[in-house]
């Protein structure tokens, strides 16, 4: 609703955004008690032809001063343009962290602190000759999985990728060429549609993630550098350390429990048993973040 110019013609206009939220909210409650009521989402960056994510959540809180009320998540799409590194600042945003720290504090300062967040879409192009630089597809891969995980461990509490299949294949169009797999000119034949490496680093992450419940920043006590990062997802059955680097490749000493089954994953998803020396395992990290799955035997 924040880019008028192409969602909400001629111009994007809170007022009236926010009399929608006011007309259709009540209507969503009294047709399901249960229901979600979510605003947005919003476009976060600023293009120059769209009213910033953060203003016009400004505007439409100020249109609506009943609007914590109305509604129970709060959207949002924190786009990197140019499409760089979610971890990592560039000349136009902070990283993806700061942004999301931001959206809570206002969300805190609009009476919204209490809600849900969600990353209600987010991806990056690989289209190769697109005015805007996109991403090969091993470095599409790797800003999945690092920008999925940096938002849950700053507490959204979904992440939808865009998108699923490229929509064409004009090498010059970065909106065809979002998928995690490639364009299918016949989804009706037999032939599916080639699968990207983003794919296989997204079901290995969904794997991972969906045996656990908690996510915690592991750099104090891996005593990470400011170019290294380490979450352990915790939870469930074992733990599950994500690990990687936005510089220079290193090695890290990650502690384990004695005892410890301990599986190397890529983040494709081919995966090795490593044995810990006294309680760490030593392993590689680079660009493309790898797991260490965790898992104490039973005596």
């Not at 476009?43 to 509604?71: E, I, K, R, Y």
């Not at 938002?151 to 939808?160: K, N, P, T, W």
């Amino acid at each position: 609703p924040n880019a008028g110019i192409q969602f909400w013609q001629p111009k994007e206009d809170p007022e009236a955004f926010g009399a929608l939220v006011a007309a259709t909210s009540p209507a969503i409650r009294a047709a399901d008690a249960d229901a979600e009521v979510v605003l947005g989402g919003l476009f976060w960056p600023d293009l120059f032809l769209n009213t910033t994510g953060p203003d016009f959540l400004d505007q439409v809180g100020a249109a609506l001063p009943d609007l914590a009320d109305l509604v129970d998540v709060i959207s949002i799409h924190p786009y990197r343009y140019p499409f760089t590194a979610p971890d990592l600042p560039s000349d136009s945003q902070g990283s993806m962290v700061s942004e999301i720290c931001a959206a809570w504090d206002q969300m805190e300062d609009l009476g919204l602190g209490e809600h849900e967040m969600w990353i209600g879409e987010l991806g990056w192009h690989t289209a190769p000759d697109a005015f805007f630089p996109g991403a090969d597809e091993a470095t599409h891969a790797a800003w999945l999985v690092r920008a999925a995980v940096l938002s849950f461990a700053q507490g959204a509490s979904q992440f939808a990728w865009y998108t699923f299949r490229d929509s064409g294949d004009n090498v010059i169009d970065q909106e065809d060429m979002f998928g995690l797999v490639g364009f299918d000119p016949d989804p009706t034949d037999d032939v599916p549609p080639e699968e990207k490496q983003a794919f296989g680093a997204y079901v290995t992450l969904m794997h991972m993630l969906g045996t656990h419940d908690t996510i915690t920043d592991g750099s104090v006590t891996l005593g990470l550098g400011p170019e290294h990062f380490g979450y352990l997802l915790s939870g469930g059955e074992g733990e599950t350390w994500v690990l990687w680097s936005t510089g220079e490749s290193t090695e890290l000493d990650v502690p384990v429990s004695e005892g410890a089954r301990v599986h190397h994953v890529q983040m494709g998803g081919d995966s090795r048993v490593v044995r810990p020396v006294y309680g760490t395992v030593r392993v590689a990290v680079g660009t493309e973040p790898v797991y260490l799955s965790v898992v104490v035997e039973e005596d």
